[in-house]
């Protein structure tokens, strides 16, 4: 670290910091935002939403009586500093990587982290369940739920304060609003809580204030606090208030004087409060308060130049999420039909180019998945072709709208699902490991997994063209370098691809793991066969498969239960055939955060992992953590190559 840390030195948990002075809490809030600086310059992580809760953590802590009391934090991209402030000081150069702390608040690592999080606008339910946990069992404890304006897009936050201000909890809500997710907010409630600093009300009566009087003076005291009632009249109280809140604010989150008393009136008052605070995110951080989404999460920079953007190598191979944004693009070009929607991923998902040039056709809907989905089957329904790009763990939030809106109605919703399968630094929150698992079941859905960027691109024309709900899956990342065909055709539907002739042992590979699985493959002398198509299987392919190999091996980037293994499997039984079968994929349990390539690793789908647990089948052992299949009546390998079956 660059800087000395006196006040920060004394704090190794909350009950330090309650002991310092009220009048030292100023200085200390300087010292743990330079803390936090140096700390995610040198490590990398999520960095502008911590910075602007830094007074807000600071003042929570020191007034509630932590662990006991509760906090629980909305998504925990701003959890950093209560990491810090619990704990995990000497720890938090470690956040995201393999064996260090977790990258959101995480219940098994800290009795501070009182809920597991990572998906937004939970807070409001999980904080008032907690409430009402406590009333009914006698427990004398005071639950805070901190969500910004970014988790209040979602329903979800609105049925929570719905029936919190309905049954009247002890239960402090913090609104902390700073007009910013991960990319910048949408919607009419972030449309009304941004007229807070900028409507022409209060910018008049500030902008004239200043001009007609000295600062300091006794008429500009008067026009100061004058200017605080004005804001209270035109504010958003009265909407929280009619769901039965007692709403204070709206008041500047980066005043720490102000915000202890404010937090002090909601502590001395029983029943539901809502305390509303504008923050800036980046706060502190010239560089992240003028770009915070680029600052949102950052690798490693040096704190003194900020991140600086490297120039791309001009035939640098491009992610799938931007193989995704140019075939978006291309295809609107030509096709009014073509309307793209994000739940609040612009930029995750590849669509920054997309809104800017064809703003009529985009729809970003805040972080709402649910309505995203039923959003697409009501555009489908009048002949438009919706695309909707998610994120596989956010497709998980609106599986009831696949089900009943889109897939019910056999309406042409076409899923760009990015970010399947392991995501590394951001763990099992927001690993895309069940996709396979819980779309396969869903009649009328095509399911395709691309085994490269080509393949890509094909797969969503395919799916495009396909007059039905489909889901064209892909990973994090760049896949092996295959050049990009802009005038590559679709693909049949439900046809794999054999990519290598072998013997004895069939490798059907489904995705990325294609280019996994090629090494075994090599030294196996196996089949390799790309599936590509998760849903229609590849039947035919299958059958023939099975009567010409001893053993079938399928490899997913999914869950093992229920995925595309699973399918080969039924297909086999429907048929009744006799084969031995080895599913590999993600085991049973969540997979803990660390690089990509370590996950894999841990899961065995890296190249030797899928040879070594090939060869522990051929051996008649199944290695830790992988599905063995046998279907039912096959012979022994045993019967032909003098091994056991395992």
Known sequence: MSTQYPLLDQVEVPSDLRQLDESQLPEFARELREYLIDSVSSAGGHFGA?????????????????????IVWDVGHQAYPHKILTGRKRDITSIKKKDGLAPFPKRGESEYDTFGVGHSSTSVSAALGMALAAERLGQDRRVVAVIGDGGMTAGMAFEALNHGGDIDPNLLVVLNENQMSISPNVGAMTKMLGRLMSGPTVTGIRERGKRMMRKGSPAWRFMSRWEEH???MVMPSTLFEELGFNYLGPIDGHDLPTLLRAIRTAQSLDGPHLLHIITAKGKGYAPAEADPVKYHAVSPFDR?????????????????TEVFGRWLCDTADGDRR??????????????????ERFPEQYFDVGIAEQHAVTLAAGMACEGAHPVV???????QRAYDQLLHDVALQNLPVLFAIDRAGLVGPDGPTHAGSFDYSYLRCVPNMVIMAPADENECRQMLRTGYEFEGPTAVRYPRGKGPGVEVDPAAPALPIGRGKVVREGHRVAILAFGAMVHAALHAAESLDATLVN??????????????????HDLLVTVEENAVLGGAGSGVNEALAAEDIQAHVLNL?????YLEHGSREECLEDAGLHAEGILDSIEARLRGASGPGRAVRLAAGAPPLAGKHGETSG
């Open 531 to 548: 599936m590509r198509f998760v849903k229609p299987l590849d039947v035919d392919l299958v059958k023939s498969l099975a009567a010409t």
């Open 338 to 355: 073509l309307l793209a929607i994000t739940p609040a991923m612009r930029e995750g998902s590849g669509m920054v180019e997309f809104h």
């Open 230 to 232: 004005v804001k209270g």
């Open 389 to 395: 790009a998610i994120y596989s763990t956010f497709l």
């Open 50 to 70: 911590g910075l602007g809760c830094i007074e807000l953590t600071v003042a929570l802590h020191y007034l509630y009586h932590t662990p006991d009391d509760r």
């Open 304 to 320: 003194d130049a900020g991140v600086v953007s490297k120039p791309k190598p001009v035939k640098a191979a491009p992610t799938y």
């Open 585 to 589: 994929g993600l085991p049973d349990t």
